[in-house]
């Protein structure tokens, strides 16, 4: 089937792109109760068990994904796995590229100097019966590097278990919703159920630096009535999110032999001279009165994170050029070019008191993460399906807080105004050494989506 997409909130110019995903049969959204022969809480509880009977199944699942490295670039092991799992399931599997230059245009869109020629993301889907909604499950298989790995006291791709915890780079930050989600259309079926509604499972590449993944499927048509997206989030309902940018520098110096360096001009000392004012800044985005009251109950929400500096090659030698990256983080609501402005007047006062930096300005430029801020309703059907799930099977409603850091929902949300909800397992150390997630915590989630699918599309 094909269709125009809705027009609603993308970019700024018509695009062309047209539906090739699963699209809900109705024109709106509507409610597609369980029908006939088994009540709500028996077909749950059915799922329920049989996530229990396939638990180690589904932690195999996830060893094997961890085992697969997956920085940037090299991601297309752990998508052919995953690819080749549900195939292995019956499920409908797509294998698709990003094309940048028809995404360029879109709200959202982060600019980027690293390709995606050859690298997949992975579309399966479940037809269901057609008569209930579709819902979207989306995860990254994307991870941030584990250098250095003399740091870890396991090893970052070894998917190890010791005391109820999986470590690896990635087990938390995003593999372990990944397996949960494929795990609980798994369960789903293995109960003997059929979904009456059509199940997409996304797995996307490219979140952990512009979110272009999801970008490129949502725009090729891969969308639902409703998503979820099961980031590490401790159980609970993200409210909100601050906005990242990330930001380049470039300062020139006048290099010169070590013996003559008291009279070179060493580039490092001119970065940290413009950090420090970005810093300044960093400070003022933090003050209450300036602080989004979504992000309020977070200490210190508008992290600046001075993450690379790229500079010299010989110790005898002082340096020509620095080029230090830092992630800037903004308020919903406000808009990337606003924030990048203030960030290049910023940088270029801060250059202006300075004798070397006046007659020699640096370079700002903004490649990667152009990701908006963004506040969440969470009064949306899909979140309640959510929220009453999880009080079933733990006792208690979910806690609802912000985060500090981005997550491809906003995407979903600002982009393309689908209903969609961040809730994943427990898991810390997330980019940094030690990287573990709570098992128990992912097998509650298994559950929670598990639910989530039977009485989000319902029942056949
Ligand atoms: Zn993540």
């Given amino acids: 089937m094909t269709r125009p997409l809705m027009r609603r909130n993308v970019g700024s110019e018509s695009v062309s792109f047209v539906a090739r995903g699963p699209q809900s049969t109705h024109p709106a959204p509507r409610r597609c109760p369980m029908i006939g022969?088994?009540?709500?809480?028996?077909?749950?509880?059915?799922?329920?068990?049989?996530?229990?009977?396939?638990?180690?199944?589904?932690?195999?699942?996830?060893?094997?994904?961890?085992?697969?490295?997956?920085?940037?670039?090299?991601?297309?092991?752990?998508?052919?796995?995953?690819?080749?799992?549900?195939?292995?399931?019956?499920?409908?599997?797509?294998?698709?590229g990003i094309d940048a230059g028809r995404l360029h245009r879109l709200r959202g869109f982060s600019p980027v100097d690293w390709s995606y020629a050859g690298l997949l993301e992975v579309v399966g889907v479940r037809r269901g019966r057609g008569c209930g909604r579709s819902l979207v499950l989306n995860g990254h298989v994307d991870v941030v590097s584990p250098e250095p790995v003399g740091h870890w006291s396991h090893d970052p791709w070894g998917a190890e278990i010791c005391e109820g915890r999986m470590y690896g780079r990635?087990?938390?930050?995003?593999?372990?919703?990944?397996?949960?989600?494929?795990?609980?259309?798994?369960?789903?079926?293995?109960?003997?159920?059929?979904?009456?509604g059509d199940v997409v499972l996304q797995t996307v590449i490219d979140e952990e630096c512009s979110g272009n993944g999801t970008l490129a499927l949502l725009a090729e048509g891969w969308r639902g009535d409703a998503a979820v997206v099961p980031e590490p989030m401790g159980l609970t309902l993200v409210s909100a999110h601050p906005g990242v940018l990330w930001c380049r520098i470039e300062v020139s110096g006048r290099g010169a032999h070590a013996q003559s360096a008291s009279t070179a001009v060493n580039p490092i000392d001119k970065a940290y001279l413009l950090v420090g004012a970005l810093r300044q800044l960093e400070a003022e985005w933090n003050r209450p009165d300036r602080l989004h009251p979504a992000l309020a109950s977070l200490e210190h929400p508008i992290n600046f994170n001075l993450g690379t500096i790229h500079c010299g090659d010989w110790p005898s030698t002082s340096p020509e050029l620095c080029v230090a990256e830092m992630r800037l983080a903004f308020q919903p609501g406000e808009e990337v070019g606003w924030v990048q402005q203030t960030v290049r007047e910023r940088v270029a006062a801060a250059a202006d008191a300075d004798a070397w930096l006046r007659q020699h300005p640096p370079r700002v430029s903004f490649v990667g993460f152009h990701a908006e801020g963004c506040a969440y309703d969470l009064d949306t059907e899909i979140a309640g399906v959510v929220r009453s799930n999880h009080q079933a099977l733990v006792g208690r409603p979910p806690d609802v807080r912000p985060i500090a850091a981005t997550v491809d929902n906003r995407l979903f949300e600002l982009t393309f105004g689908i209903p969609n909800i961040c809730y994943g397992p427990v898991a810390g150390q997330l980019h940094a050494p030690d990287e573990w997630v709570d098992l128990e915590s992912l097998r509650t989630t298994t559950k929670v989506l598990a639910g989530t699918l039977v009485e989000w599309c319902g029942l056949a």
């Fill in 37 to 96: 022969w088994m009540k709500p809480e028996e077909a749950r509880a059915r799922c329920w068990a049989a996530v229990d009977a396939r638990w180690e199944d589904e932690l195999e699942f996830l060893c094997q994904l961890v085992r697969r490295p997956s920085l940037r670039g090299q991601t297309n092991l752990v998508q052919r796995h995953i690819a080749e799992r549900l195939r292995a399931h019956g499920l409908e599997v797509h294998e698709v």
């Fill in 170 to 196: 990635g087990a938390g930050d995003m593999k372990a919703g990944i397996a949960a989600m494929v795990a609980a259309l798994e369960a789903v079926e293995a109960s003997g159920l059929e979904l009456a």
